[in-house]
């Protein structure tokens, strides 16, 4: 089996993260659980809870843990459900 890596970034405009935070912080949301990804797989909701119990995750680049890019201050799993989270994904589903 052949699984093809995607690489996804983020495009900030310098002068939008200057307004809003001078450091450059950003919020994302690294992963959705319930949801079916581009391979079939489904990540179960409650499926972080004991690995953010144990340890912190930590921003990589390609998967190299020597080359650190960015680093977590604040992470959380958000349920389903969670009113934080939008309504649907830009596709239109829920």
Partial sequence: MSVQLEH????VS??????DDPVGTIRCLVAI???EDNVGDITMPGAFSRTIAL???KG???HDTKAWVSRAEEYEEWLPGDPRLPEEAKDGKP
């Fill in 8 to 11: 996804k970034s983020a495009a």
């Fill in 14 to 19: 310098p002068i939008a993260a200057a307004a």
């Fill in 33 to 35: 659980t319930g949801i």
């Fill in 55 to 57: 340890r912190k995750p």
């Fill in 60 to 62: 990589i680049h390609s």
